[in-house]
């Protein structure tokens, strides 16, 4: 076993160096301003994206996931960053395939450490009676992981998503509208509860994490895309599968990184808000991630939130992390084994 991992290990670095020798391609990558998403920059500033043979341009930061995913679909970037806002986009068409996880675990299916609920001082929510929420206006950016976190917690308490009036709000601007009185509540993924916490005289937290849900962070591209571009997709996933690497060893040196990218992120949340993302920095997949994308699906569709739903095995393509995962097995080292029931392979079917 341990010849075998020398010899995988051998294959990476002999990899890495035909990457380096070659004329670099280039790739158009985009993000969103959750303190999840900086892997990509970091594997940027630290050069493991020209280690690989990769010239990566980023885009500016998008609110949401929606609004990465309407760049992808108008030819301004090659891939995204994204979670839930893919679901929509696939059932209103749009041929997507999810490569590997930006954010999740591959090892379980509850992971949702990096989300969290705020409400305002006067807003008569008690973090030990969740029912509370009922009558209040609590704000989510529709169609985004926020927005699954919240009507979770309101299943959990026993809620419909009609007791309480959720306000479609982009993350940047949820402190405002909770500072303002506007909404009783937010819901949201990091650094946004961490900055609302500490902008917001009086706010509290409500909830934080809980495995409610099961966290979606997807690299996501076209399908089009990943059929003509996989050998630079697979160095790609390589590349931020060192740059996972490098911030869970370093979570404070990843903290500044985020500063540098996310607006008006001061480094004492980006450092808060790197505690929480690094327990859900797995950039594999496994049969926990199909199921927490069907899971996903579903309970949008269930609640009347999707007119439709779809196979997620046409909508995941695993073979370029797996190519990572098999070839490059010392980027993955720091993190729990799968569990045999959880593994994978080229021609994986997931069945609900």
């Known amino acids: 076993m341990k010849r075998r991992t020398l010899l995988l290990t051998a294959a990476g670095a002999a990899w890495a160096a035909r990457a380096r020798a070659r004329e670099p391609v280039k790739l158009r990558a985009g993000m969103v301003t959750g303190i999840d998403q900086v892997g990509l ?15 990566v341009t980023i885009a500016r930061p998008y609110a949401t996931g929606v609004d990465a995913l309407n760049a992808l679909q108008a030819g301004e970037v090659d ?14 068409g749009m041929d997507l395939v999810a490569l590997g996880n930006y954010s999740g675990s591959a090892t379980r299916l509850g992971s949702d450490a990096t989300m969290a609920v705020v409400a305002r001082a006067g807003s008569g929510i008690d973090p030990a009676r969740l029912e509370t929420l009922k009558g209040k206006r609590i704000a ?23 007791d309480v009036t959720l306000v479609n709000t982009p993350p940047p601007d949820m402190t405002v509208a909770l500072l303002t009185g506007g909404v009783d509540a937010i819901s949201c993924w990091d650094p946004w509860p961490i900055i609302a916490l500490r902008d917001v005289p009086g706010a509290f937290l409500v909830k934080r994490g809980g495995d409610v849900i099961a966290y979606l962070g997807f690299n996501v591209t076209t399908r089009r895309y990943a059929e003509a571009n996989r050998p630079a997709l697979v160095r790609f996933l390589a ?29 004492p949340v980006a450092r808060e808000a790197m505690k929480f993302n690094i327990e859900q ?24 939130f999707l007119p439709a739903t779809f196979d997620v095995n046409r909508h995941i393509d695993p073979r370029p992390i797996l190519e990572v995962m098999a070839t ?19 021609g994986y079917r997931f069945v609900p």
């Open 281 to 304: 920095n797995d950039r594999r997949l496994s049969a926990a991630n199909y199921a927490a994308l069907h899971k996903a699906m579903t309970t949008l569709h269930r609640l009347g």
């Open 79 to 92: 891939t995204v960053q994204v979670g839930v806002p893919m679901i929509g986009a696939v059932v209103r």
């Open 140 to 162: 989510a950016s529709f169609g985004t992981i926020n927005h699954l976190y919240i009507l979770a917690l309101l299943e959990k308490a026993g809620l419909a998503p009609t």
């Open 41 to 55: 920059p970091i594997a940027l500033e630290r050069g493991f994206f020209e280690e690989e043979g990769l010239d």
């Open 239 to 267: 590349a931020l599968a060192k740059a996972d690497q490098w911030m869970r060893k370093n979570p404070d040196g990843a903290a500044e990184v985020a500063t540098r990218w996310i607006p008006g992120l001061a480094l």
């Open 328 to 346: 490059r097995p010392e980027l993955f080292a720091d993190l729990p084994p799968i569990p045999e029931n959880l593994r994978i392979h080229e």
